[in-house]
């Protein structure tokens, strides 16, 4: 995502809602959503960059599908 943003610059924003993220490891909001992070007083220093939890592959589907629905 860095080396995207660094290249593509503003058209990020544009295009950020086709990128699908494979995460074998499961990305927790924690890491991803800074909104979440900054609310349950969460900081990491890579991350945090405000996709749809939906836009995740990984192999934990029910994980991210309940944070969806219930936040």
């Known amino acids: 995502m860095q080396q995207m943003k660094q290249h593509m610059g503003l058209s990020l924003k544009r295009?950020?809602?086709?990128?699908?993220?494979?995460?074998?490891f499961g990305t927790e909001p924690a890491y991803n959503h800074?909104?979440?992070?900054?609310l349950h007083g969460y900081r990491t220093n890579w991350g945090y960059w405000n996709l749809n939890?939906?836009?995740?592959?990984?192999?934990?589907?029910?994980?991210?599908?309940?944070?969806?629905?219930?936040?």
């Open 53 to 71: 939890s939906r836009q995740y592959m990984t192999m934990f589907r029910k994980y991210t599908s309940i944070w969806i629905s219930t936040h």
């Open 34 to 38: 800074e909104d979440y992070a900054t």
């Open 15 to 24: 295009h950020k809602c086709h990128i699908r993220v494979i995460d074998t």
